[in-house]
């Protein structure tokens, strides 16, 4: 059974930096690209970032670049989002999500709800204070 699991999500202030975590199984890792993507209260969610786990390219949505970082540790089937200096519009549930098909470009250029993903994990709530 493929899995994705969000966690590290949480209460933090402006300014603060934050680590989310993707844990996957159930697939092979190289095989896939993940991304992470955001949807905060009455707003369509968004692509954050993507990697591409077969060569480590990495595609980040718009105005991500620079305050976010994804990375993956391929050992340990995970993807990270280190989130730096976060604001109070970065507060939202954040859901990693795998697919073996298509590309990040593709992914980032998608549509929501589903940007082509065909996993998702359940989400991991970020909220910033002011």
């Known amino acids: 059974e493929v899995q994705f699991v969000e966690s590290g999500g949480g209460l933090v202030q402006t300014g603060e930096s934050l680590r989310l975590s993707c844990a996957t199984s159930?697939?092979?890792?190289?095989?896939?690209?993940i991304g992470w993507f955001r949807q905060a209260p009455g707003k369509e969610r968004e692509g954050v970032a993507c990697i591409s786990l077969s060569d480590g390219l990495i595609y980040y949505g718009d105005s991500k670049k620079g305050r976010f970082t994804i990375s993956s540790d391929n050992a340990k089937k995970t993807v990270y989002l280190q989130m730096n200096s976060v604001k109070t519009e970065d507060s939202a549930l954040y859901y990693c999500?795998?697919?073996?098909?298509?590309?990040?470009?593709?992914?980032?250029?998608?549509?929501?709800?589903?940007?082509?993903?065909?996993?998702w994990g359940k989400g991991t709530q970020v909220t910033v204070s002011a």
């Open positions: 159930g697939f092979t890792f190289d095989d896939y690209h």
């Open positions: 999500a795998g697919d073996r098909f298509t590309t990040c470009g593709a992914t980032m250029r998608g549509e929501p709800p589903n940007f082509g993903m065909d996993y």
